[in-house]
């Protein structure tokens, strides 16, 4: 599926606002025709312009995130979309993208999530044969486990920095924790760095 370019949003957003061609939303902007242009043809980045992101969001009636980013605010603050930052393989195991990899990838956001909400991809059975290419959605908050998260599904870092998704049960060693998975074998008394709770598991 093709994800659209920062370029190909201009476009869109000039559309939709009624200017008919490129030449027209400059002169409706005053801004030079060649620079619209090579803004709206992807030749000169205008992410890197502030102003003009500014400018272009407001007279086409759209939003600066949106632009820039993809995503587009709904009501009540909630985003249309998240980032997926990585996937889950083996062992339940996240792996996350570098900056450079899939940076204007996104998916439908689940009921209930803030601007601090991303995603990962399940891939393969390593969370259930059912469960291949489906999403995990949590909160990028990395804090210390607390007691409600305890019996939970959560994002997990380990101090081997391995980031896991798995369910947290107590230890008897103090401050240490079992990881517990539909499949494959628990993984006992370990350290976590930091836990986020899973807000919603789908299909994409």
Known sequence: MHRMEPHERLKQSRIAAGHPSGSAAA???GIPEPTYLAHENGSRDFRSDPDAVE???????????WLVYGRKPLPKGRPALVP?????GAGAMAHFY?????PNEFVDAPEGATDKTVAVE????????????????YDDIRSPV?????????????ADDRVLVKRIKQSRTEGLYHLL???GEPILDVAI????????????
């Open 55 to 65: 400018l272009y969001a407001r007279r086409f009636a759209t939003s600066t995130e």
């Open 98 to 102: 570098g900056t450079a990899d899939n």
């Open 27 to 29: 002169r409706a902007l």
């Open 146 to 158: 607390t007691p409600d998260l305890l019996g939970k599904i959560c994002v997990v870092a380990l």
């Open 181 to 183: 998975s539909a499949n």
């Open 122 to 137: 399940i891939r393969g059975d390593s969370m259930g044969e059912l469960f291949d290419r489906w999403i995990v959605y």
């Open 193 to 204: 760095l930091w836990a986020a709770k899973v807000r919603h598991i789908g299909q994409r």
């Open 84 to 88: 997926l930052v990585g996937y889950v």
